[in-house]
Nanobody, 124 residues
Framework: QVQLTESGGGLVQAGDSLRLSCVAS????????LAWFRQAPGKEREFVAS????????MYARSVEGRFTISRSIAKDTLYLSMNNLKPEDAAVYYC?????????????????WGQGTQVTVSS
């Protein structure tokens, strides 16, 4: 089992920056890859960015590429999402997810480990 706890959300203005954190606990050595997803009210959950836990290679949704950076600290069992130049359309609940299954990209499932989410609100 893996437990995930997100933090760092808040209310910011358009153009501001924010960094989200996600601390993993439990069987963290089994984690193969991690990602951030987000869900805005009335919309489906969408992929934001993912990273391979050991290799560190990452990929991004087109809507955030160039503005968001995903990173991780293996020593701290922590996943980060640095968000720059935030836009009102970035407002959502952001979820951290960890998978013990090998894979790449945005392929995460409900059966993977999900955090409770952290709210990001962006005012225009």
């Amino acid at each position: 089992q893996v437990q995930l706890t997100e933090s760092g959300g808040g209310l910011v203005q358009a153009g501001d920056s924010l960094r989200l954190s996600c601390v993993a606990s439990g069987r963290t050595r089994d984690i193969q890859r991690l990602a951030w997803f987000r869900q805005a009210p009335g919309k489906e959950r969408e992929f934001v960015a993912s990273i391979l836990r050991l290799m560190g290679s990452s990929m991004y949704a087109r809507s955030v590429e160039g503005r968001f950076t995903i990173s991780r600290s293996i020593a701290k069992d922590t996943l980060y999402l640095s968000m720059n130049n935030l836009k009102p359309e970035d407002a959502a609940v952001y979820y951290c997810v960890a998978s013990t299954r090998p894979g790449t990209g945005s392929g995460f499932a409900n059966g993977d480990y999900w955090g409770q989410g952290t709210q990001v609100t962006v005012s225009s």
